[in-house]
């Protein structure tokens, strides 16, 4: 299944449940973001990264030098 097409809180769950650790989820104008802290373990990190290339944009960064990856769905989206 699509990660883009996930709900908000179906997307926050699978980017948890890949990575093994809690997720932040922020406003970002017409989009909402959610991020996790880059996973140490290689499965993790494989994991997540099959559900972030999945989503509709995704990065490894959030522009304050902290090393994250996320994932964004637009606003108006699946709720």
Do not use: C, H, N
Not at 13 to 28: C, L
């Amino acid at each position: 299944m699509s990660a883009a097409r996930l709900p908000l809180d179906a997307l926050r769950s699978a980017m948890e449940q890949a990575a093994g650790i809690a997720a932040t989820v922020s406003d970002r104008g017409s989009y909402v973001r959610v991020s996790v802290p880059v996973p140490v373990g290689k499965a993790e990190f494989a994991a997540l990264l099959e559900v972030l290339l999945a989503a509709e944009s995704w990065g490894s960064s959030d522009g304050t030098g902290e090393v994250l990856m996320w994932a964004a769905i637009r606003k108006d989206g699946p709720k």
